[in-house]
């Protein structure tokens, strides 16, 4: 474990909510990069029946808290800068209350929600592991998880961190391996895990993320496994806790 590399993020992720009012500011990306995210999102998720309990996991300013609660969800919106909780508080999201905490001890009981989403939290952590069982006690048999990483395969993540390396620079994010970020939600009980590759461009490159997340290009990324490694910046896992699973970590 490095914790100089988690207290940076931390003292970071404070930072930006101090000096910054808007959602894709406090949570550290773009406005372009964090609109492709919810894109993306909302093209897979399907909200299902109202009155389910969400948690949201690294919740920042309470972006995807208001999607939650938008489809009628109940939601604990949970992260660990008390700046960051107190702007997400301060957007008077219905139906939501906030709490400070870290996403890897939890203040609530085993088996309290229908679903957990977990964005933007993993590249700030030495490791996903320890979040990820964390996260799944949370789950009553049958919940949802989501929750995503950066591509460490990216060729441009590949790129970057080599030559930061032969600069001599300490790394600044954590990439995950998405084929690992899978094994460890099946070892954690979850089945029907699956993988969806995110791609992102900057602003710069607009043009291409329209290309990318067209219909053509999405069904490309699905069947074709090593386009999506090599050129998303971005994963997305989602899975479901199974019941054995849930009772085996004791009931509420």
Known sequence: MNPGFEHEWRERF??????????AGIAG????GLDARLRRFLGLWQS??????????????GTYTRILTGSGHAVAGVDYSMPTVSKAVGR????AAFVIADVRK??????????????????????????????????????QLWIDGLNRSCVIHVYGAARRRLLGRRR?????????????CRRSGFVDVELHWMPVFPASAQR????????????LLRHVPLLGTLISHSFIVC???????AEADGAP
């Open 14 to 23: 404070e930072e930006f909510a101090h000096h910054r009012d808007d959602d």
């Open 29 to 32: 990306w773009t406005k372009t």
């Open 48 to 61: 299902g029946r109202q009155g389910q309990r969400w948690l949201d996991a690294g919740c920042g300013a």
């Open 92 to 95: 008077n999201i219905a139906g």
């Open 106 to 143: 939890l203040p609530f009981r085993p088996q309290t929600f229908d679903g957990v989403l977990c964005f933007g939290v993993t590249q700030a952590l030495d490791d996903s592991e320890s979040a990820i069982r964390e996260i799944s006690c949370m789950l009553r048999g049958g919940g």
């Open 172 to 184: 600044h994010l954590r990439y995950e391996s998405p084929r690992r970020m899978l094994e460890l």
């Open 208 to 219: 291409l993320q329209q290309l990318v997340e067209s219909r053509p290009c999405i069904w």
């Open 239 to 245: 899975a479901r806790r199974t019941p054995a699973a």
